[in-house]
């Protein structure tokens, strides 16, 4: 069932947002060639702590990390672990918040150093695909308008879209109702209403949308093992719009 939050409910999860959104911020200055997935992980846990919240991703279906760190062609869910990032890389960090029973949800792809022109296009269309998705996000639209949007800008700038990964629902769970898919149709889906709060987060491939999952029942990586890009937003539907809560 989707979720309409309370007032309260609200409140808890600007705060889940702002520490995620601070997270953000605060990895910046170390992600620089030399660096190993392990350590931004470490970083990361002990800034949601300072905070008064717990990573909400740590131990959630057994994932062992406190956040997902994916490298180049690494779509979604990379394991922190010994990998030492080199100069034109590029780093997918997706950052979950728990501040009393409520989360923040947000993932943001970032260079390592210098990267080639193909890395920088994919990244700069990602990022735009999400806010094309955000526009359209008001109460009486419906969850085919994301995914809509979402699609035509990726098409424009023939990058793959991901299918079978979807952005979704944010409460006291990480993961609620309704699933939003990067893909759809105008006028189909579930109907937002104020006071829904939902993740949407576009996974676009400079070469094929396909992907598969590595032994570590993990990692997934695209098919053709080129770059992969992931920008993600928790929001708030409002009357006439919409309020990210996971603001940078």
């Known amino acids: 069932m989707i979720s309409i939050k309370t007032l309260d409910e609200i409140e808890k999860l600007k705060v889940a947002g702002d520490i995620v959104g601070k ?41 062992p990390g406190s956040v997902c760190v994916s490298v180049n062609e690494e779509v979604v869910h990379g394991i922190p672990g010994d990998r030492v990032l080199k100069e034109g890389d590029i780093v997918s960090i997706d950052i ?10 947000s993932a943001w792809t970032y260079p390592v150093g210098k990267i080639d022109s193909s890395k920088e296009y994919l990244l700069r269309h990602t990022e735009e695909s999400l806010f094309k998705g955000l526009e359209v996000i008001k109460e009486g639209a419906h969850v085919g308008d994301i995914g809509y949007a979402v699609s ?14 979807v952005g979704h629902g944010v409460g006291s769970k990480v993961h609620e109702e309704p699933d939003v898919p990067n893909y759809g149709k105008k006028g189909k889906g ?7 709060v939902i993740a ?19 990692t997934i990586i ?3 093992e080129r770059p992969s890009a992931h920008f993600e937003h928790t929001v708030l539907v409002e009357k006439d719009g919409y309020t990210i809560l996971t603001k940078r």
Not at 36 to 57: C, M, N, R, V
Not at 152 to 165: F, P, S, T
Not at 190 to 196: D, I, N, Q, S, V
Not at 211 to 217: A, C, S
């Open 200 to 218: 949407v987060e576009p996974m676009l491939n400079l070469g094929t949308p396909h992907i598969y999952m590595l032994d570590d029942e993990w």
């Open 96 to 105: 979950g918040a728990c501040y009393k029973g409520y989360h923040g949800d």
């Open 152 to 165: 035509k800008h990726a098409n424009k700038y023939q990058l793959g879209v991901v299918r079978e990964l």
């Open 190 to 196: 579930p109907l937002l209403k104020a006071g829904m």
């Open 23 to 63: 997270t953000h911020n605060y990895l910046k200055q170390y992600i620089k060639p030399g660096i190993t997935t392990k350590e931004i992980d470490k970083l990361a846990e002990e800034f949601i702590l300072s905070q008064g919240a717990t990573p909400s991703f740590k131990g959630l279906y057994g994932f």
């Open 222 to 224: 695209t098919a053709d």
